[in-house]
């Protein structure tokens, strides 16, 4: 796409991971200055809408809404307009919707305009999925592959990135070359407990294999005092907001 907007010195955006608004924004006011920006998903949008997510651009921090729309492609671009006007700073659609949802996608972000467009990612294979999974909706394993022609589609489609899992950094970086913008979740500082994440790296390790942005929750949402987690981070990463 032209004019990609750049993303922050910062990489790391929060998962607000809550439907509880006053604590979206509490964790948002108390974390702000450590980290690059905030991510609020389905469950944060489905209670509080867009009224909700106007608080939390309020604050001035970058918003990624995680809402991977997949739907028919000017369903698609209508939602990625709206989602723009709101003030998101990156959106995100399923590879999967196909070649003509990925260019209304690309497109309706094109007509919001220069830097001020959201970037667009897509979501290849849920980490959720595995290759049973995959057989089962009738796409071929195994989910490494499937990944890594999602992304080459979506990169072929003018979209700006791809979210991906630490493990995929690697295939997918050597597939799509050095542009293309990696999201990066299942993120564990060593000192932080991985809880239901199985596949982790550290920040460090993260960004050092190419990673250009880190989706962090718990181990910031989820520490007695989030920004002390969210500055040690930043200091681990030499980085600050
Ligand atoms: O708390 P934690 O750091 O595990 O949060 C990670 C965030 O990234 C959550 O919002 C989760 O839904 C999201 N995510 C993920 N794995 C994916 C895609 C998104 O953990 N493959």
Redesign the pocket.
């Known amino acids: 796409m032209t004019n990609t907007p750049s993303l922050p010195t910062n990489p790391v955006f929060v998962?607000?991971?809550t439907p509880d608004l006053d604590r979206a924004v509490a964790l948002a006011h108390a974390v702000r200055g450590h980290v690059g920006g905030v991510?609020t998903?389905l469950e944060f949008f489905s209670a509080n809408g867009a009224d909700g997510v106007r608080a939390i651009v309020d604050l001035g921090l970058p918003v990624f809404l995680?809402l991977k729309f997949h739907d028919i492609p000017n369903t698609v671009a209508g939602a990625i307009r709206a989602v723009a006007g709101l003030g998101a700073a990156v959106v995100n659609v399923h590879a999967s919707g196909g070649p003509a949802m990925l260019d209304a996608a690309r497109d309706a972000a094109e007509s919001v305009g220069g830097t001020s467009r959201p970037l667009v990612i897509a979501?290849t294979v849920?980490?959720?999925m595995d290759d049973g999974d995959l057989s089962a909706v009738g796409q071929t394993p195994p989910a490494e592959e499937q990944v890594v022609r999602l992304a080459q589609l979506t990169q072929n489609h003018g979209l700006d990135g791809v979210?991906?899992?630490p493990a995929e950094i690697e295939p997918i970086r050597a597939a799509c070359g050095p542009e293309f913008k990696l999201i990066v979740?299942?993120?564990?500082p060593d000192w932080a407990a991985s809880?239901?994440?199985k596949r982790i790296t550290t920040p460090r390790q993260a960004r050092d294999r190419g990673a250009d942005m880190l989706?962090?929750?718990?181990?910031?949402?989820?520490a007695d005092d989030p920004a002390a987690a969210a500055a040690r981070i930043a200091e681990e990463l030499g980085v600050s907001a």
Request: net charge neutral; aromatic share 0%.
């Open positions: 998962a607000l991971d991510k998903g995680d979501v849920l980490t959720s979210v991906c899992s979740p299942g993120i564990r809880g239901d994440q989706v962090i929750g718990r181990p910031i949402t989820g």
